[in-house]
């Protein structure tokens, strides 16, 4: 079966100081990769989608990037981290050939900017 | 611009009663919509939805896609106060690229 990890599960950070959260997905190959972010009392906004190793596709312009270095790893990025940049922080995955059509969500990463 | 508006935001209600949570939608090449639960973590999968008028069902929750008045309705019978979280409806715009709304917060109160 399959899983995904993320890591930190919570993070504090001081504005101006750069960022890496980092995600994994096993048992599967090739799958399409998400991060999602949720602000206090917000709904999920989706940053970045990507289909293959170093295809992204990003959906809102802001300070944060996204690479896939690896088929299974995703990893979301900042050089310098800005007050707005808290709140929970989601890498999904997702397989139309493999039954999982759906964004299957990680367990999150809480970032707070202080 | 897509856009995905869910009603009502918020919910109170008793063990026993029966809700209906709204989802409406304007996207680009729709092409599913999906139904998540949310707790005090990461969402959990509910429904997806690609066919207009067939109802998905799974216990007490069952869920139905409305193409034509581009909605979607999740309701709720008989419900249990494990059944407080938050409700999460996302369109599908393309293959990828999934729209999430607000949400709508249900309280069920023992």
């Known amino acids: 079966s399959q899983t995904i990890h993320q890591w930190p599960a919570t993070l504090v950070q001081p504005v101006g100081s750069p960022l890496s959260l980092e995600c994994t997905v096993e048992?599967?190959?090739?799958?399409?990769l998400y991060w999602y972010r949720q602000a206090a009392g917000r709904g999920l906004q989706l940053l970045f989608y990507?289909?293959?190793?170093?295809?992204i596709s990003s959906e809102v312009p802001q300070n944060l990037s996204a690479s896939r270095p690896q088929d299974r790893q995703f990893i979301l990025s900042s050089k310098k981290l800005l007050l707005s940049d808290s709140g929970f922080y989601l890498c999904?995955?997702?397989?139309?050939?493999?039954?999982?059509?759906?964004?299957?969500f990680g367990p999150g990463t809480r970032l707070l900017v202080l | 611009e897509d856009k995905v508006v869910q009603s009502p935001l918020s919910l109170v209600v008793h063990e026993g009663d029966t809700v209906t949570l709204n989802c409406s939608y304007e996207?680009?090449?729709?092409?599913?919509l999906l139904w998540y639960k949310q707790e005090k973590k990461a969402p959990t999968f509910l429904f997806m939805l690609?066919?207009?008028?067939i109802e998905k069902k799974s216990g007490r929750l069952s869920s139905i896609l409305d193409k034509k008045e581009l909605s979607s309705i999740l309701n709720i019978t008989a419900t249990q106060t494990g059944d407080s979280a938050i409700y999460l409806c996302?369109?599908?715009?393309?293959?990828?690229?999934?729209?999430f709304g607000t949400g709508t917060r249900l309280k069920v109160l023992a």
């Open positions: 999904a995955w997702s397989h139309s050939s493999q039954g999982q059509r759906f964004p299957g």
């Open positions: 048992g599967t190959s090739n799958p399409n």
């Open positions: 990507s289909v293959g190793i170093g295809q």
């Open positions: 996302a369109p599908g715009s393309g293959t990828y690229k999934y729209i």
């Open positions: 690609t066919s207009s008028g």
């Open positions: 996207v680009t090449n729709f092409r599913s």
